[in-house]
């Protein structure tokens, strides 16, 4: 889902307005060169009436003459580009002038998409994240590892450093970004504070975003925020929330624990997670909570299925944002 159809149509309109514009630029431009070189509406004129003529020498079979008709034209535009420059003007003054000429401004090439469609989508894949500019600097490019501890062993990592055991999460979230349409699949990230869940969950997001995936991103407050506010409005604008949510490639949902707990929360919390899995859909959550305190907090329902259907990924350390 990485545009859905009215963001489609958003950038196909963009489309048909740039090649419109096109269209108006290029009367304008002739206008203003018959005006200052009369000679160049004849030189036109002539070039319509031998491309008339070649349908009818394609249809006699007439070769010959169709190759001598074809090198007269081409002599009659080099005359016109000659005539142009000779004044000032650029040699293509009277051709089509695109924004993007790869494309001429149709968003495709060959049945591709053109780069600048693509980049285009990447700005509403990025609108749509509600992660923005924060993306730029969280990444892994920017993964720095040295801020973790490599002097200490830490207990339930295998022996290993906080050093060692992110680098391991880091390579391990990289590599499912990279073969994510293969693997899809769900993670779970626990730790306490500033233990670096967030900062992950950027760096995925950003990955699978620069590789044209649609990740949408909310704190568990904002999420279950969104539900409440478009039941307040139309039939139409909770079908679009509702929409967003169950079908975009990644779902992200951070600092889950932090919401208001009550019956609302829990039943929308279950039914965004069953959704997704019906849906094949992928979910990542943080949360400051162990499975214990999610015992205590949600329904055996939600659990369970975090529990069977997660990759549980925790995270140790003191807090990075204090060091």
């Not at 790869?102 to 090439?109: A, E, K, L, R």
Request: net charge negative.
């Amino acid at each position: 889902m990485a545009l859905t159809n009215a963001q489609y149509n958003q950038i196909m309109h963009v489309y048909d307005v740039r090649r419109m514009k096109d269209a108006l630029h290029l009367e304008a431009r002739k206008k203003d060169a018959y005006q200052k070189l009369p000679e160049l509406k004849a030189l036109e004129a002539s070039v319509r009436a031998e491309a008339g003529r070649t349908l009818q020498l394609m249809r006699e079979g007439q070769k010959e003459e169709l190759r001598n008709l074809k090198d007269h034209i081409r002599a009659i535009g080099e005359e016109k580009k000659d005539l142009l420059v000779r004044n000032g003007f650029p040699a293509d003054y009277l051709e089509m002038q695109y924004t993007c000429p790869d494309c001429q401004d149709t968003g495709f090439i060959g049945g591709e998409k053109c780069h600048c469609f693509k980049k285009m989508q990447m700005q509403f894949i990025y609108q749509q994240s509600h992660l923005g500019r924060i993306v730029r600097t969280q990444n892994f490019d920017h993964f720095d590892l040295t801020r973790f501890d490599d002097r200490e062993l830490i207990d339930g990592a295998g022996g290993k450093t906080n050093r060692q055991y992110m680098a391991e999460v880091r390579n391990l979230l990289l590599d499912w970004t990279q073969n994510f349409d293969e693997r899809h699949g769900n993670v779970i990230l626990m730790g306490n504070p500033g233990t670096g869940k967030t900062f992950l969950i950027n760096c995925v997001a950003k990955a699978l975003m620069d590789s044209y995936h649609s990740v949408i991103y909310f704190t568990s407050t904002d999420l279950f925020d969104s539900f409440s506010r478009a039941l307040r409005h139309d039939v139409e604008e909770q079908e679009e929330t509702e929409d967003a949510i169950l079908n975009c490639d990644l779902l992200v949902i951070d600092d889950l624990g932090t919401e208001m707990n009550n019956s609302y929360t829990t039943s929308r919390l279950f039914y965004v997670l069953n959704q997704r899995m019906v849906l094949h859909k992928s979910v990542m959550i943080s949360t400051n909570l162990n499975f214990r305190a999610m015992q205590d907090r949600y329904s055996d329902r939600i659990v369970s299925r975090i529990m069977a259907e997660y990759d549980y990924i925790p995270l140790y350390g003191v807090d990075q944002r204090l060091r």
